[in-house]
């Protein structure tokens, strides 16, 4: 298994593969120059002692002819001696012409096989001698052997040759005997092997500090690499890669430069991501919570709508200075508490009609300077920085006035009555790359609203539930939790978005972004108001609920009107075909089992073009889907309605042109 996982790792490590391949490399360069230095120096000194045992012997040869000739050791002793004096001769021989032992001379020396003269090896000797005049070399493992022949110049005679010598004379040579060196190989041997053992150990040497330069370059190379590798791998795997270090400057740090911005990008891609499923988590969750919240409202709305309508027929039938009336305006006062609570639901959950109008952002925070200062009080410093941009905008002043009112009194709480609001205008731009950022927009110019207070802070886990709907952190009895809620909704029905900036004890920004408009502004005067009045008209109402729409029947009559009931469409059209030449005027709900206020309303008028109708409903959702392709101007009332407001809302009907 060692063996398999170590195979392994070589065969998937680039830097094993390439440090093996140096290796080798390197093994089979140096060992080519230490076997061809080794070769070279051997066969140098070879060649040497090679010329020296021919020098050697070429001289005994010239210096003992003499003696040789005479067959007297006296005339070349000396040469003998001199030639033995020379270091690594082992011994000299000198031959007669007959291949005879003549003369033997000897160190002492270990090699005594090579030295010995008997018959064998005599005769080894002799056997290779030649007639020839050449110099014949004789090597063996210890010992190497120069057998050169002797000669001597004659014309006639050899005797004449010796004392008569001249140039002009024919001369010839006669071999007259042999001289026999031998030197020692021992030191070249050692030699050889000194040789090869210090250029082995250069080679180890050259090849452990070629493997040492290859670690160290390939680890400065592989290191960066493995690195990089590891950050990939846990790139690959979904984790967090981080940076990896750029060390050099050249292609690996390029690499590692570009994995790192490559990695940044891929941060920011998942913190974007994270940021964005946050804000669809949390806009899905406000969403769920504003229908849940819409639904409600909408149910409380009737029950609000019949109470109210019986508690003010009940106060209209009470008379002045009775006790009990008293107790029927309180019922009526909770009662338009409760309409108000519903109303704020509604607006959260974007179910709320609104009424924009081109309005100037500037001049709309200007004149609500006085209203915001009596909300924060005295003891708050009060600060605004105004654009000198025009930001002309689509907007409900009503609702906008409760935006800025809302964010006051949370800034006021939050600084438990001290401290600085400030409020800023600036106009933006929201391109591509800022909505990519953020997570939320469309492209185009905003106005942005900036609502600063130097209070307590929010901390990051409240700060993801504060625009929930009865999420608070007064205490009990202190708060409904609504009025971020009502800020988010208002915001969200007028095309912009809202944000919170906050850390603890750092204060808090609101920042608020609305699209402009290229609409103009006018200056929009106040409607004058409408006292409610008396008719003697006859009004269809359809209305399937039973309490509703009995209280709205008795109010209509007790001012005059004659009133028809329907429980639900059909019932309406039923109704209406029976008295059509009486019914002048329609009070539908726009919501209806079997046929809804729209459908009603439509198919009456294929019979009567001239009908008047005012629609009613619980919240504005329904308005929305109902009747929007109704012509412009229809008329419409939400529940619950007081019956001053619902016979102005008639009456106005029933004389408009």
Do not use: W
Request: net charge neutral.
């Amino acid at each position: 298994m060692k063996k398999f996982g170590l195979y392994k790792k070589c065969k998937e490590s680039f830097s094993i593969k390439v440090f093996n391949i140096f290796t080798v490399f390197i093994i089979i360069v140096s060992s080519v120059f230490t076997s061809f230095f080794v070769h070279h120096q051997t066969k140098n000194i070879k060649n040497d002692l090679t010329k020296r045992g021919a020098m050697l012997s070429g001289f005994l040869a010239y210096s003992s002819r003499t003696g040789v000739f005479a067959e007297s050791v006296d005339l070349f002793k000396d040469a003998v001696q001199g030639v033995m004096s020379q270091e690594g001769v082992l011994s000299v021989s000198i031959f007669t012409a007959n291949k005879e032992n003549f003369f033997i001379k000897q160190k002492n020396s270990s090699h005594k096989r090579h030295l010995e003269i008997d018959d064998k090896r005599h005769k080894e000797v002799m056997a290779k001698l030649t007639d020839s005049q050449s110099l014949e070399i004789i090597e063996e493992e210890d010992t190497i052997e120069f057998l050169r022949p002797v000669t001597l110049e004659t014309f006639l005679h050899p005797e004449e040759a010796l004392y008569f010598y001249s140039r002009d004379i024919e001369k010839t040579e006669k071999i007259i005997g042999y001289v026999n060196v031998t030197l020692d190989k021992t030191v070249l041997n050692r030699t050889i092997r000194s040789i090869l053992i210090d250029n082995t150990i250069i080679a180890v040497m050259f090849l452990l500090s070629g493997i040492i330069i290859i670690y160290i370059t390939l680890k400065r190379v592989t290191k960066p690499l493995t690195v990089l590798t590891g950050a990939v791998k846990r790139l690959g795997l979904g984790e967090s890669a981080g940076s990896v270090p750029v060390e050099t400057e050249d292609e690996i740090g390029r690499l590692a430069t570009a994995f790192n911005t490559m990695s940044e990008n891929l941060r920011k891609r998942e913190e974007e991501k994270r940021l964005l499923e946050e804000k669809l988590a949390q806009a899905r969750k406000l969403e769920a919570i504003g229908q849940f919240a819409g639904g409600i409202a909408h149910d409380f709305n009737n029950r609000l709508a019949a109470m109210m309508n019986y508690g003010n027929i009940l106060e209209m039938k009470i008379k002045e200075g009775d006790p009990l009336r008293g107790y029927v305006e309180q019922i009526l006062t909770l009662t338009e508490r409760a309409a108000d609570l519903t109303q704020s639901l509604l607006v959260f959950s974007k179910r709320q009609e609104i009424h924009p109008k081109p309005v100037e952002l500037n001049e709309f925070i200007r004149n609500g300077e006085k209203l915001l200062l009596k909300v924060i009080g005295e003891d708050i410093e009060f600060k605004t920085s105004l654009t000198d941009e025009y930001l002309p905008l689509m907007m409900d002043t009503g609702q906008m006035e409760r935006v800025l009112i809302n964010l006051a009194i949370n800034a006021k709480d939050a600084m438990s009555g001290k401290g600085v609001l400030a409020i800023t205008t600036e106009l933006v731009k929201l391109d591509d790359e800022y909505i990519k950022a953020h997570g939320y927009g469309n492209p185009g110019m905003y106005a942005r609203i900036s609502v600063t207070d130097t209070g307590i802070g929010i901390d990051e886990k409240i700060k993801q539930r504060i625009f929930e709907p009865f999420f608070t952190t007064k205490e009990v009895g202190k708060g409904t939790g609504l009025g971020l809620s009502i800020v988010y909704g208002i915001i969200e029905q007028h095309n912009g978005y809202v944000n919170c900036y906050s850390e603890s004890g750092k204060g808090t920004t609101f920042k608020i972004y609305l699209p402009l408009t290229k609409a103009d502004v006018e200056e929009v005067k106040p409607l004058a108001s409408v006292s409610p009045m008396h008719g003697t008209e006859t009004l269809l109402i359809a209305e399937n609920d039973s309490d509703i729409r009995e209280g709205t029947k008795n109010i209509l009559e007790k001012f005059g009107y004659k009133v028809i009931v329907a429980v639900d469409g059909e019932d309406a059209i039923a109704k209406f075909m029976e008295n059509k030449d009486r019914i002048g005027f329609l009070l539908l709900d726009v919501v209806m089992p079997k046929k809804g206020g729209k459908e009603v309303y439509e198919e009456i008028r294929q019979i009567r073009p001239d009908i008047k109708a005012l629609f009613t409903s619980g919240f504005t959702a329904d308005v929305i889907n109902k009747i929007e392709s109704l012509e412009a101007g229809v008329n419409f009332i939400s529940k619950p309605a007081s019956p001053t407001e619902l016979l102005r809302k008639v009456r106005e009907a029933l004389d408009k042109s």
